[in-house]
T-cell receptor, first 112, second 117 residues
Framework: NAGVTQTPKFRVLKTGQSMTLLCAQD?????MYWYRQDPGMGLRLIHY???????AKGEVPDGYNVSRLKKQNFLLGLESAAPSQTSVYFC???????????FGSGTRLTVV | AQTVTQSQPEMSVQEAETVTLSCTYD???????LFWYKQPPSRQMILVIR????KQQNATENRFSVNFQKAAKSFSLKISDSQLGDAAMYFC??????????????WGLGTSLAVNP
């Protein structure tokens, strides 16, 4: 099925470890986003991309890096995980039209 | 800066009845989109309905409809004939329109809807 695929779905990291979350979309969307969702705080934008080879910071970019080497993929990296990065991470994409965003199923990350 | 406010953290409705979820927003833009997303316990974020600001007609999708009051900057969601499967967290979101901008979503904090049998 067409859509946004996130891997992995769950992960537990130790403080200081690194990891990469992968987001892949097969809808030829230009725009891709990474959000984190925390209880009582709604969704907050971490980084986004308006096209292949571009990235930009969102509301809460510190501690994260991203890359968009291919149009269909948007990677989110944690270089040195901290307990404050325990959250559910969502990737989303959209076309250049005003359609709604398509979301992945989320990644639950726990940093201990 | 744009903001989205959902003033009802929790609501409940009896099965088969109607419920309205409130959302207000603040923007100085004239071209924008408004959305309602549903997040069930599976945590998947599902688009329920969208409204384009330049369209006066309220959007409708089956049992879901909105009351879009542009002057008042209000965008409420009405769920008719509520079903058990409607139980979820509902988020109101705003996105700037036009081409050439990032159109990132601005989110409300959500309303948790319980449906009682």
């Amino acid at each position: 099925n067409a859509g946004v695929t996130q891997t992995p779905k769950f992960r537990v990291l130790k403080t200081g470890q690194s990891m990469t979350l992968l987001c892949a979309q097969d809808m030829n969307h230009e725009y891709m986003y990474w959000y984190r969702q925390d209880p009582g705080m709604g969704l907050r934008l971490i980084h986004y991309s308006v096209g292949e080879g571009t990235t930009a910071k969102g509301e809460v970019p510190d501690g994260y890096n991203v890359s968009r080497l291919k149009k269909q993929n948007f990677l989110l990296g944690l270089e040195s995980a901290a307990p404050s990065q325990t959250s559910v991470y969502f990737c989303a994409s959209r076309s250049d039209r005003g359609d709604g965003y398509t979301f992945g199923s989320g990644t639950r990350l726990t940093v201990v | 800066a744009q903001t989205v406010t959902q003033s009802q953290p929790e609501m409940s409705v009896q099965e088969a009845e109607t419920v309205t979820l409130s959302c207000t927003y603040d923007t100085s833009e004239s071209d924008y989109y408004l959305f309602w997303y549903k997040q069930p316990p599976s945590r998947q974020m599902i688009l329920v309905i969208r409204q384009e600001a330049y369209k006066q007609q309220n959007a409708t999708e089956n049992r879901f409809s909105v009351n879009f009051q542009k002057a008042a900057k209000s965008f409420s969601l009405k769920i008719s004939d509520s079903q058990l499967g409607d139980a979820a967290m509902y988020f109101c979101a705003y996105s700037q329109g036009g081409y050439g901008n990032n159109r990132k979503l601005i989110w409300g904090l959500g309303t948790s809807l319980a449906v009682n049998p």
